[in-house]
């Protein structure tokens, strides 16, 4: 049975999901909950605990959910594999990515030292992959933080694009061009 401070979260993560974060207040959780508006407080001392735990909890599942796609193939396949879990969740859930990717937020994930750190689900596993290709001899030898940096950045900005309404293709043509965009990152970086 899920306590209290657990299912007012889930109530927070399912609005800032479907409607995004401003539309995630302390009331309306506590009305979804079930619990009064003043009980919350007994969980949650405030709006930003409450949503730093939601951002918690979705990078938790984030970085269990992703990488299993392409699993034991060769590091190509799981990289491509890795750029389906990201516009899945990007495409799938665009409140919480926008979010958890691109909002200012207070303790968001900063690059380097929280990548380098391993802080960043979708990132340390790209990392990895990155530094693999660069011992197998498949990518040249560079710093493999600004490797992948380089490798993500571009189909970021072709979500944030499409998010906004300025990239007119249906889903399925953007994510071709998703990976088409990568490999021609991917061509540049090669050995």
């Known amino acids: 049975m899920k306590t209290t401070s657990e299912r007012l979260a889930e109530v927070a993560h399912d609005i800032l999901v479907r409607e995004g974060p ?14 009064t508006a003043m009980a919350i407080y007994k969980h949650y001392p405030n709006r930003q605990a409450l949503l730093g735990v939601v951002v918690d909890r979705a990078f938790r599942s984030l970085e269990t959910g992703w990488g299993l796609r392409g699993a034991g193939g060769d590091w190509e396949s ?9 516009l899945d969740f ?5 409140h919480l990515y926008t979010y958890l990717m691109t909002e200012r937020r207070e303790h968001a994930r900063r690059f ?8 960043s689900p979708a990132f340390t596993h790209l990392v990895a992959l990155v530094e693999e290709a660069m011992r197998a001899g498949r990518l040249r030898d ?7 940096l380089a490798l993500t950045s571009g189909v970021q900005g072709l979500v944030q694009l499409h998010l906004g309404g300025r990239v007119g293709l249906p889903e399925e043509e953007f994510r071709a061009l998703c990976r088409r965009t990568v490999r021609r990152v991917l061509d540049g970086v090669k050995a």
């Open 78 to 86: 799981r990289l491509f594999g890795l750029l389906e879990d990201f």
């Open 142 to 148: 560079d710093d493999p933080l600004e490797v992948t």
């Open 22 to 35: 401003e539309a995630v207040t302390m009331r309306r959780v506590a009305d979804a909950a079930g619990v």
């Open 90 to 94: 990007a495409l799938g859930t665009p």
């Open 112 to 119: 380097p030292d929280d990548f380098t750190g391993g802080r």
